[in-house]
């Protein structure tokens, strides 16, 4: 299968996303992009002040995708911010 040159490149170690490379072809070489990760483990042992505090630090339009494509989770996050409201 031919690799499309604008599938970025994405280095992973122990779970932890290192870098991202996406090609330039006016460059013609790999550039690092900015990226936000959005990791969901933080429900697993984050507290409710973390996980409001990284859901507030998100773009809105990466809430947005989230609101949309993976409900389920925005819901996690909407009741852990109201639980650290509540604080």
Known sequence: M???KDEPVIFVEGGIVQSVL?????RKGYREPRYTVVDYDLFEGG????IAEKWYSLDENVKEFIK??????YEKFQEHIRT????
């Not at 507290?47 to 973390?50: A, K, L, R, V």
């Not at 949309?68 to 989770?73: D, F, P």
């Open 2 to 4: 031919k690799k499309s």
């Open 22 to 26: 996406i090609f330039n072809s006016s």
């Open 47 to 50: 507290t409710s002040e973390e």
């Open 68 to 73: 949309k494509h993976h409900y389920g989770e």
């Open 84 to 87: 650290a409201e509540e604080l």
